[in-house]
């Protein structure tokens, strides 16, 4: 079973630029997470998509941040404009939408540097 | 509202030492709890679960039982590894929101 991608693994931009992420879950997991994860701390849970409708993004700067999930498959998170305290790890994970025993599938995250 | 708490790190044992990282959480109703852990450069894999009171997770030699007396989760291995070097998460799952909620994360270091 192949597991969640993300892409790029790496970007660096200057403050002010935007920037986009790419998300695929794995095949059939309705559930989809997207987390900011700060050096040295744990993940920061940003929006969680149920298909194609958000379930929560109470934090989700949403001056700057914008995520989508067309077709509750693929999923992108956008900022614009980036902030120096954007640089972090965005992580995406993705479950089964049944079951409270089923745990979250994490991607390698994206790292982002913001200069 | 939930949360969880972790043992801040980092922690450095020696090889085949013993090893606790403590968690604690707040939680309405009956989350599930996990730890994940994650290497260097990669992403958060699920090290073990207990999905409810008295459950005990294992998995690589890492036990952790779910005490809901104490609210707490500690994370456990008679003996440590080099590669078991990380960082260790402890998570829950809230009760009927599937929103998983992490704590700070704590760094092991295993000397040889």
């Known amino acids: 079973e192949a597991g969640v991608a993300q892409s790029p693994r790496y970007k660096i931009i200057e403050k002010r630029q935007s920037v986009a992420f790419w998300c695929n879950p794995i095949s059939g997991h309705a559930t989809l997470y997207w987390y900011q994860q700060i050096l040295g701390q744990g993940p920061k849970l940003l929006i969680q998509f149920q298909n194609n409708g958000v379930v929560d993004d109470s934090q989700l700067p949403k001056d700057r941040f914008s995520a989508e999930r067309l077709k509750g498959v693929d999923s992108t998170l956008k900022i614009q404009p980036a902030k120096l305290e954007d640089s972090a790890v965005y992580l995406c994970a993705s479950h089964k939408l049944e079951g409270m025993n089923t745990e979250a599938f994490f991607g390698q995250g994206t790292r982002l540097t913001v200069v | 509202g939930n949360s969880v708490t972790q043992m801040e790190g980092p922690v450095t044992l020696s090889e085949e030492a013993f090893l606790t990282i403590n968690c604690t959480y707040t939680?309405?109703?009956?989350?599930?709890l996990f730890w994940y852990v994650q290497y260097p450069g990669e992403g958060l894999q699920l090290l073990l679960k207990a999905t409810k009171a008295d459950d005990k997770g294992s998995n690589k030699g890492f036990e952790a039982t779910y005490r809901k007396e104490t609210t707490s989760f500690h994370l456990e291995k008679g003996s440590v590894q080099v590669s078991d070097s990380a960082v260790y998460f402890c998570?829950?799952?809230?009760?009927?929101?599937?929103?998983?909620?992490f704590g700070a994360g704590t760094r092991l270091f295993v000397k040889a």
């Open positions: 939680a309405t109703g009956y989350p599930s």
């Open positions: 998570a829950l799952r809230d009760w009927g929101g599937f929103k998983t909620i």
